[in-house]
């Protein structure tokens, strides 16, 4: 690899951890304004969406962040390979929660007591969170990376990398599993498809499903559901992450 080369990797890599941290941070940062001025009246996510809109454009510009869709693939069974996949990933960090006794519970933001901010939080964060990720680490990072590393180094890498970046949540940090599975389907697929898009709905899909389906259930200790239920869990994961792969067959990278 030439010096050219390296600098681009070494340069790329280190806007998109910095991007990343620092949209999630100014989010979180307009969140404690609002709670300081108006705990009463959510009016974060309008800069916060809108910061995350600019960002995008201004990217869009400078990187090919692959936000399209190419014509030689089958988009019904990328996506469905994409939602099956991530579905299999989610069902088997719930057996990972209970093998690790964690307690599941909808994200709140301290200190304020009113039910239209906490829900302008639990929608707003999340979603924001998995836009930036993907825009972060697949549409700018792994698109650089794909051009000088073999792609099995480019998607364990990333994997890694994403799961890092939880190392302020000891809760988070001991869902490798988690992290590695779901990065590991929403890369491949990115790079098989070479398009964002599939895994961009897919983990925005996840970050609205679970922490509104965690509001509804309440806080729930994962070691409490059982092993029939468990084992019907993994069961059923292994079986979506078979018809997943079904989606594979006959098509290639365009």
């Known amino acids: 690899m030439d010096p050219q080369s390296r600098w681009r990797l070494f340069s790329v890599s280190a806007l998109a951890l910095v991007l990343f941290a620092a949209v999630i941070g100014a989010a979180q940062g307009l969140v404690a304004l609002n709670a300081r001025t108006s705990p009463g009246i959510p009016w974060f996510p309008i800069p916060v969406l809108g910061l995350v809109a600019v960002v995008i454009v201004l990217l869009k510009r400078r990187f090919d962040l692959r936000l399209t869709h190419q014509r030689a693939v089958p ?3 990328a996506y469905a390979f994409t939602l099956l996949a991530t579905a299999a990933a989610m069902g088997l960090s719930i057996v990972e929660a209970a ?16 039910a239209l901010f906490q829900l302008a939080f639990l929608l707003t964060l999340p ?21 000088h590393l073999p792609i099995a180094i480019v998607l364990v890498g990333i994997a890694v990398i994403n799961g890092l970046m939880h190392f302020y949540d000891a809760d988070q940090m001991s869902q490798w599993l988690r992290f590695v599975s779901l990065n590991l389907v929403w890369g491949y697929i990115t790079w098989r498809s070479d398009s964002l ?21 309440g806080p729930t200790e994962m070691s409490a559901l059982g092993l029939p239920l468990l084992s019907a869990i993994t069961i059923g994961s292994v079986l979506l992450l078979l018809a997943a792969l079904w989606q594979l067959r006959g098509w290639h990278r365009p």
């Open 75 to 77: 988009w019904a069974r």
């Open 99 to 114: 093998f690790n006794g964690l307690t599941r519970a909808a994200p709140a933001w301290p200190g304020n007591d009113s």
């Open 197 to 217: 898009l599939p895994a961009l709905t897919a983990h925005t899909l996840m970050n609205i499903v679970e922490p509104v389906t965690e509001l509804i259930a």
């Open 127 to 147: 979603l924001v969170a998995s836009i930036m990720a993907e825009v972060s680490f697949r549409g700018l990072l792994q698109t650089v990376w794909e051009r």
